[in-house]
């Protein structure tokens, strides 16, 4: 029994959490894919992945529930078959996995792993299927595809179209690898075709390229040249200071899960 004075447990609400976070200024979109294109990058990506015969195999082995007890009772009292020869080269050889382990290397197959890809500058195209939800999980992608240089773009009904030939249930984001040797490249003519297709993005805070400094002659000092390039570095800085424009933030608390509900026990 809580004292009349203080309030008891289930009368004090407890404090929502919440995280203050700046809002940002700039919202990246992905570019609108045109329908011609969009069924021609579907159709070269399932042509190319069938010819190649890349698919993830997995063999679901029924294994019956049995009790310790009744195991080791069983291992005690029943004597262990001989497997033949044959029989072992037949369960050694692989059940479940990908066939092509080399043009699987080239691939980056999920949000993860084409993140992780964009970050080290492996790829060299990067597509995105239309239907992720939230949309911020792959918001992210454009900016690194931006800053690397290399060609992205949003392509709806992606995931249907890849997942099945690969043999698996979705495939949210698809990156093509660079490859050291073109030799071994798999899929350098299907990503020859994609890219002309591919809709330039559009990075706010990357529209502006950055001033090209005159290099001075050779005949001028090594005093002269360090004070010239300081005076033209300088001079840019403030060129491009008068050029931008500062936007407003604003500041917007995140509540984790404000949907979830605590389990009466």
């Known amino acids: 029994m809580a004292t009349p004075g203080k309030p008891g447990k289930k009368d004090v609400k407890r404090t929502i959490q919440a995280k203050t976070s700046f809002t940002s200024p700039f919202t990246p979109q992905w570019s609108t894919l045109p329908q011609e294109d969009m069924h021609f990058i579907l159709k070269t990506l399932k042509e190319k992945l069938i010819s190649t015969g890349l ?26 078959p001989e497997v033949s020869q044959d029989t072992q080269v037949h369960d050694s050889s692989p059940k479940h996995g990908w066939t092509d382990v080399a043009a699987r290397r080239q ?42 240089g290399v060609p992205a ?7 249907q179209s890849v997942s099945e030939p690969l043999g698996l249930k979705s495939v949210l984001a698809l990156g093509f690898r660079q490859c050291t040797s073109k030799d071994d490249e798999v899929f350098t003519d299907t990503v020859d075709a994609i890219t ?57 608390k995140i509540v984790a899960n404000p949907a979830k509900k605590k389990n009466k026990s």
């Open 107 to 148: 691939l980056a197959i999920g949000i993860n792993e084409v993140t992780k890809a964009l970050e080290r500058n492996e790829l060299k195209l990067v597509l995105v299927c239309k239907s992720v939800k939230p949309n911020h999980m792959t918001t992210h992608l454009i900016g690194l595809s931006a800053t690397r």
């Open 153 to 159: 773009c949003q392509v709806p009904r992606l995931s």
């Open 196 to 252: 002309p297709r591919v809709p330039s993005l559009s990075v706010a805070w990357l529209q502006d390229a950055a001033p090209e400094h005159s290099v001075g002659s050779e005949e001028e000092d090594g005093d002269k040249r360090g004070q010239k390039r300081k005076l033209e570095s300088e001079s840019g800085v403030i060129e491009s200071a008068s050029s931008c424009t500062l936007q407003s933030l604003k500041v917007k």
């Open 55 to 80: 698919e993830k195999k997995e063999v679901k082995v029924f294994r019956p529930w049995r009790k310790k007890k009744d195991r080791t009772s069983s291992a005690t009292s029943e004597p262990v």
